[in-house]
């Protein structure tokens, strides 16, 4: 017995039933996903995953490549101003909320994996601004050495971009980064914090995760700057089956995906950091006397 009279004694007598979220242009369910709200849900999870889940269309992701028709790209530099003793952060007259940095290291030999830093800022619109991108290329060495001149070149890069926190990979070569990292910057008069990241998903899915919904959406603002990496061709060569280079697009999905940090603030002529609430829930006591 071959595998597809399995198929058919296992689905004899069963009909498929198939409702996508929207038929002929209406929401099939309209009380619970009106056509805003559906519209809302396909930017906020990508034209792929849409196209799966809501409207029962299964997708295959090999089939996937990134259009860079779609990247709008901007020439301006982050700009800092005090108001009223608080730093403000700006792009393109849009006030900076947030950044997040990340960096995927490795030895920097051209012939393995690259070793790369980026950041991304996010604007009060919740847009992505994908601001500098850095590929830390050096001479073959020892990897002490090595590790030392890639830390300088991240603090240099964290420095000119005002960036309070760095997430470091640590899967690999990178477990004894973070602190060797810590103490370069020291060294180097640098207070940003640096953060340890395993990363448990497969660098094919965190890119897809990381860039379609964004970019199905138009949020995402490249600096005229990162034409100057391999960052952009790595954007139009890759798809999920492909053996092109995606360490510029590791990184940034990185960048991306990760908890984004409030700009730093000075208040008072203290340098402090603005935090989030916490996700989780928590209660509040109502039941006061009076």
Known sequence: MNKDEILDAFLSGYDVLKIPVIENGKPVWEEKFPIEKIEQLKKSVGAKKFSSQ????????????????????????????????????????????????WWDPSYGAKNGDGSVISVVFIDED????????????????????????????VGEFLKRNFIPLVNVESNGIGKFLPEFLRGELVKMGITSIVEAKTSKVSKELRILDAFDAII???????????????????FMDWNVDSNSHDDGLDSVAGAILSQPVKMPVI????????????????????????
């Open 126 to 153: 919740g847009r992505y601004y994908l601001h500098d991108v850095e590929y830390l290329y050096f001479k073959e060495q020892e990897n002490v050495q090595s590790a030392r001149d890639q830390c300088q070149k």
């Open 54 to 101: 809501m409207m029962l269309c299964p997708v295959d992701v090999s089939e996937g490549r990134f259009d860079v028709e779609k990247l709008s790209f901007y020439n301006s530099e982050i700009k800092r101003e005090e108001r009223n003793g608080e730093q403000i952060f700006s792009i393109m007259e849009k006030t900076i909320l947030s950044a997040s940095c």
């Open 267 to 290: 208040v008072g002529g203290r340098v402090g950091f603005r935090r989030k609430l916490p996700n989780t829930p928590f209660r509040i006591r109502t039941d006061f006397k009076i």
């Open 216 to 234: 199905s959406a138009g949020y995402l603002l490249v600096n005229e700057k990162v034409k100057n990496t391999p960052f952009i061709g790595e």
